[in-house]
């Protein structure tokens, strides 16, 4: 594999031709391309990548609050979705290994947030001792990412993190989410009513946000399109999957988000966001997600 600095991001080639760009600001992926070049990730052509906003697409990171923080908790003054997104990660290095028996066919990225990087606004809202590992592993199956959480101080903090995948789809008409059946969901556009999903197969036909709760996380979550899943998500440590697209009025109400850009993207983001996960002192956690592109 190559690996390269591109001004803030790092940019891993793999020699089957699978690519991936990685952003030093909030660690967020912003492209994964397929060896025939085909982006698989959606990014706003309205994005703000100078570092002032959170970038809108790729995979934003949020951690240690997903939503807008409640009020009387540790998280209430940090900004909705935590300060994970918004702020610079360092890159912490490269390893490649070998998948399927071929030698060096795949990249690992490392890249770190601790507490001391925090800016001086989000240590004084969020005062723990913590340590980020955030890697992006890329092979010619798939694209992994996963955090890692740990806790440096002697106090015990709880946290959620949530993966904010956007995935680039040709049509949001005509795709499908699947493998959600059965599960119990909080539906965000109707009073964060918890509701059951009775449909095999979800298709967007209006504003979605929709976190469901309780996955099962080996069972792979899947966007199709005519019957053929375009991505499919496994997981370990993440159990609720949130699936949102804006839709007009919202896609309309955001700066940084073209008004028919809607018709052709839809997030599908593992998380553990249905409670606070507690870290004591000294622990740690781990939480991966697994994307198989169509192949
Ligand atoms: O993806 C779920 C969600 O919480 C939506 O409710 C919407 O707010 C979205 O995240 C984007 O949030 P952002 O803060 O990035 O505008």
Not at 14 to 33: F, I, N, Q, R
Not at 74 to 93: I, V, Y
Not at 211 to 240: C, H, M, W
Request: proline share 6%; aromatic share 10%; net charge negative.
């Amino acid at each position: 594999p190559t690996v390269k600095v591109n001004g803030n991001a790092i940019e891993a080639t793999l020699p089957t031709g699978e690519s991936v760009s990685v952003h030093l600001y909030g660690a967020t992926v912003t492209s994964w391309k397929l060896a025939n070049g085909q982006e698989q990730l959606f990014v706003s052509s309205k994005a703000i990548l100078d570092g002032s906003k959170a970038i809108r697409g790729g995979i934003p990171v949020v951690f240690p609050v997903f939503g807008p923080p409640p009020p009387n908790h540790a998280t209430s003054s940090l900004p909705q979705h935590g300060f994970a997104r918004s702020q610079n990660w360092e890159f912490l290095g490269k390893s490649s290994s070998e998948s399927l028996g071929k030698k060096d066919s795949t990249v690992k990225l490392d890249f770190g947030l601790s507490s001391s990087m925090l800016s001086e606004q989000f240590r004084k809202a969020w005062p723990y001792e913590f340590g980020l590992v955030y890697s992006v592993i890329l092979s010619p199956e798939s694209l992994e990412t996963s955090i890692h959480v740990q806790n440096k101080g002697s106090q015990p903090f709880d946290f959620h993190v949530l993966l904010h995948n956007y995935f680039k789809i040709p049509d949001v008409s005509k795709i499908r989410v699947q493998n959600l059946q059965s599960l119990t969901y909080t539906d965000k556009t109707d009073n964060a009513k918890n509701k059951q999903e009775t449909s095999k197969e979800i298709s967007i036909t209006g504003e979605t946000d929709r976190i469901y709760l309780d996955t099962d996380p080996t069972a792979p979550v899947s966007i199709t399109q005519d019957g053929k899943a375009l991505f499919s998500i496994t997981r370990e440590g993440l159990n609720t999957v949130t699936v949102w697209n804006p839709w007009v009025e919202k896609a309309k109400g955001m700066s940084d988000f073209g008004d028919e850009e809607y018709k052709g993207m839809v997030c599908v983001e593992p998380g553990a966001v249905k409670s606070w996960q507690v870290l004591e002192g000294g622990d740690a956690w781990e939480g991966t997600q697994t994307i198989r592109p169509r192949l």
